[in-house]
C-alpha cells in the first residue's frame, strides 16, 4: 500500500531550467494537492485538483502549471526555474469534499534547489 | 476562500509541562479541521482531526483539541509534553463545500528541553 509517492525526492536545477515532479495515488482520491514549504510560511497551496481532468489555482501559482490527465497522476511543472522557487514541495491527496472523507495523505516531499 | 490563523510562532517548553497552540480560523459556512504534526525531516502526519459531535475530540500521542464554533477555533493541548514531542505543528481547514481545497496556517515550531 504505497499511498502518496512523490518523484524526484530530491533536485538541484540550473536557472531557467524546467522539469516536473510527478505524485501517484493509489487510493482513488478525488482531490490532489501540490504545496510548498518555507520557513516560516507554512504549507502553501500552488495548485489543486478535485478530479481527473480538472485544475484550480491555489495562494501561489505563478511560474508553476500543472495537469492531471489520469486520476492516480497529479504533474506539477516548473517551466523557467527561479531561485525564488527553491522549496519543499509536498504532494497531497483526499477522498473529496464531504462530511468526514477530507484527511490529507502525504507524500514524502521533494527537496528542489534552484541556483 | 477560507484561512488559518496560528498564533505562535515558536513555542519553547520543559518537559512535563502543558501545552496548548491557538488555531483560529475564518469560513462562514461549514468546516473540517485537523492538526498535522511534522516531525524534522518526515512529511506531515494528521494528529486528529474534528467533522462534527463532540467538540473535543482526542488524537495519537495524548493531544486533543476543541472546537468553539463561536470563536472559530481549534486549539491544540497536551497536559504533559515529551522531548519527544519537538516537531512543528500544522492547523488546516477544508470547508465542507465540494471543490474547496485544504488550507494550512504558518505552523508553529515546538521545543521541549529534557
Known amino acids: 500500500n504505497a499511498g502518496v509517492t512523490q518523484t524526484p525526492k530530491f533536485r538541484v536545477l540550473k536557472t531557467g531550467q524546467s522539469m516536473t515532479l510527478l505524485c501517484a495515488q493509489d487510493?482513488?482520491?478525488?482531490?490532489m494537492y501540490w504545496y510548498r514549504q518555507d520557513p516560516g510560511m507554512g504549507l502553501r497551496l500552488i495548485h489543486y485538483s478535485v478530479g481527473e481532468g480538472t485544475t484550480a489555482k491555489g495562494e501561489v501559482p505563478d511560474g508553476y502549471n500543472v495537469s492531471r490527465l489520469k486520476k492516480q497522476n497529479f504533474l506539477l511543472g516548473l517551466e523557467s526555474a527561479a531561485p525564488s522557487q527553491t522549496s519543499v514541495y509536498f504532494c497531497?491527496?483526499?477522498?473529496?469534499?464531504?462530511?468526514?472523507?477530507?484527511?490529507?495523505?502525504f507524500g514524502q516531499g521533494t527537496r528542489l534547489t534552484v541556483v | 476562500a477560507q484561512s488559518v490563523s496560528q498564533h505562535n510562532h515558536h513555542v519553547i517548553l520543559s518537559e512535563a509541562a502543558s501545552l496548548e497552540l491557538g488555531c483560529n480560523y475564518s469560513?462562514?459556512?461549514?468546516?473540517?479541521l485537523f492538526w498535522y504534526v511534522q516531525y524534522p525531516g518526515q512529511h506531515l502526519q494528521l494528529l486528529l482531526k474534528y467533522f462534527s459531535g463532540d467538540p473535543l475530540v482526542k488524537g495519537i500521542k495524548g493531544f486533543e483539541a476543541e472546537f468553539i464554533k463561536s470563536k472559530f477555533s481549534f486549539n491544540l493541548r497536551k497536559p504533559s509534553v515529551q522531548w519527544s514531542d519537538t516537531a512543528e505543528y500544522f492547523c488546516?481547514?477544508?470547508?465542507?463545500?465540494?471543490?474547496?481545497?485544504?488550507?494550512f496556517g504558518k505552523g508553529t515550531t515546538l521545543s521541549v528541553s529534557s
Open positions: 488546516a481547514v477544508n470547508a465542507r463545500q465540494a471543490g474547496t481545497a485544504l488550507i
Open positions: 487510493m482513488n482520491h478525488e482531490y
Open positions: 469560513y462562514g459556512g461549514t468546516v473540517n
Open positions: 497531497a491527496s483526499t477522498l473529496g469534499a464531504g462530511v468526514r472523507n477530507t484527511e490529507a495523505f
